[in-house]
Nanobody, 121 residues
Framework: VQLQACGGGQVQPGGSLGLSCTAS????????VGWWRQVPGKQREGIGC??????????????NYRDSVEGRFTISRDKTKNTVYLQMNDLRPEDTAVYYC?????????WGKGTLVTVSS
């Protein structure tokens, strides 16, 4: 069972970057997936999440975002690739952090290794 986040790098302010979170050993569609980020010396903060297949059945809102990224970041799924994506647009220097993905379903909770995003000119 593994969850892997990748796609980090350096981008200029105002630029875009896409991250992916791919699961192996389990079906990611069954899990709610959250994206988090952490700056050294600060607490990890949640930036958004996407619901699982149960959410679709209930008619719940599928995605939620932190206010500071609302309208700039988009989380989506590709069930065929067992992957969740985080598309980040209009990036700002304060978005610089190590980004993590997290998959959870009841008591099951998996974290991927982080990927560094640096927004700098």
């Amino acid at each position: 069972v593994q969850l892997q986040a990748c796609g980090g790098g350096q981008v200029q302010p105002g630029g875009s970057l896409g991250l992916s979170c791919t699961a192996s050993g389990f079906t990611l569609e069954d899990y709610a997936v959250g994206w988090w980020r952490q700056v050294p010396g600060k607490q990890r903060e949640g930036i958004g999440c996407i619901g699982n297949s149960d959410s679709i059945s209930r008619g719940d809102k599928m995605t939620n975002y932190r206010d500071s990224v609302e309208g700039r970041f988009t989380i989506s799924r590709d069930k065929t690739k067992n992957t969740v994506y985080l598309q980040m647009n209009d990036l700002r220097p304060e978005d610089t952090a190590v980004y993590y993905c997290n998959a959870r379903y009841y008591a099951m909770n998996y974290w991927g290794k982080g990927t560094l995003v640096t927004v700098s000119s």
